[in-house]
């Protein structure tokens, strides 16, 4: 049973560019959440997607962007780069069970963005 | 808003014996969760335990256990044994209420376990 995964594993872009990545939740999920780690931080909540729509998100502007498809599989669009944007980006996966039932975040392994 | 606060940046602690990490937190929600995850050098955020604000019983796995205390809204988490595989950095986290779905977690102890 695969776990959550993230592609890529690294990304070096320049300030100004354009980054996309990728995560694919855990078999059988169907929520997918986006955190950011600065370096020496806990992880920050960007935004939450269900049924392909946003259903939360954090205090992140809108260089960040995001997509759910389909087969529940998701995309971290972030535009216009900041030096300040270096950071690991979590992606977490859950099943939405209802407000009666805990619905546990399971996690990736991250991509790590520098911005140069 | 809710925040999270962990108060000691690093904490350490002899292979076999005990350590204690602790947490604070405020709400103003009634209904919440909190939890402790690790997150290793391969920064995989990994479950700990997790808590129900509704429970009066103190959650335990294993050698992990947690102190709750929700009038302090205090949220301690206790390693018996300590193995060199628990060195990790430690956060605790929130979620609840109108967030449901949304982690807050604090920025983390970083645990060292010495042999």
């Known amino acids: 049973d695969a776990g959550v995964t993230q592609s890529p594993t690294h990304l070096i872009k320049t300030r100004g560019q354009q980054v996309t990545l990728r995560c694919s939740p855990k078999?059988?999920?169907?929520?997918v959440s986006w955190y950011q780690q600065a370096l020496g931080q806990g992880p920050q909540f960007i935004f939450q997607y269900y049924e392909e729509e946003e259903r939360q998100r954090g205090n992140f502007p809108d260089r960040f962007s995001g997509h759910q498809f389909p087969n529940y599989s998701s995309e971290l669009n972030v535009n216009a780069l900041l030096l300040g944007d270096s950071a690991l980006y979590l992606c977490?996966?859950?099943?939405?069970?209802?407000?009666?039932?805990?619905?546990?975040?399971?996690f990736g392994p991250g991509t790590r963005l520098t911005v140069l | 808003a809710q925040t999270v606060t962990q108060s000691q940046p690093e904490m350490s602690v002899q292979e076999a014996e005990t350590v204690t990490l602790s947490c604070t937190y405020d709400t103003s929600e009634s209904d919440y969760y909190l939890f402790w995850y690790k997150q290793p050098p391969s920064r995989q955020m990994i479950l700990v335990i997790r808590?129900?604000?509704?429970?009066?019983q103190n959650a335990t796995e294993n050698r992990f256990s947690v102190n709750f205390q929700k009038a302090a809204k205090s949220f301690s988490l206790k390693i018996s044994d300590s193995q060199l595989g628990d060195a990790a950095m430690y956060f605790c986290a929130y979620e609840g209420g109108s967030t449901l779905g949304r982690l807050y977690f604090g920025r983390g102890t970083q645990l060292t376990v010495w042999p």
């Open positions: 078999s059988g999920h169907d929520t």
């Open positions: 977490a996966s859950s099943l939405e069970e209802g407000a009666t039932v805990y619905n546990e975040q399971f």
């Open positions: 808590q129900e604000a509704y429970k009066q």
